[in-house]
């Protein structure tokens, strides 16, 4: 079983950065494709940003593409998602994932493993 906590979310104005963290129980961190997911109020959870299990493979949605980067340290079990220059639109409650899949299939969000619990990002203007 696979435990997924997210953490690092919280109020920033718009120009500003935050730093996820998703740290994952378990020892075989290293196998899963791991992703950041994001859900504003009144829409569809989205794709944000996945990264391969050794971390030479990343992927990201063209809305964040150039402001966020995606990482992982397998020592240490923890994936991160650095978010800069934010903007309003880019409030959400976040989400990282773990699957057994590929970066392409994991964009889909059609067979994701494990969820974590989420956490807030709040842009103000």
């Known amino acids: 079983q696979v435990r997924l906590v997210e953490s690092g979310g919280g109020l920033v104005q718009a120009g500003g950065s935050l730093r996820l963290s998703c740290e994952c129980s378990g020892r075989t961190f290293s196998i899963y494709t791991m992703g950041w997911f994001r859900q504003a109020p009144g829409k569809e959870r989205e794709f944000v940003a996945a990264i391969s299990g050794t971390g030479s493979s990343t992927n990201y949605a063209d809305s964040v593409k150039g402001r966020f980067t995606i990482s992982r340290d397998n020592a240490k079990n923890t994936m991160y998602l650095r978010m800069n220059s934010l903007k309003p639109e880019d409030t959400a409650v976040y989400y990282c994932?773990?699957?057994?899949?590929?970066?392409?299939?994991?964009?889909?969000?059609?067979?994701?493993?494990?969820w974590g619990q989420g956490t807030q990002v709040t842009v103000s203007e």
């Open positions: 994932a773990a699957d057994l899949s590929t970066i392409a299939t994991m964009r889909l969000m059609s067979q994701i493993d494990y």
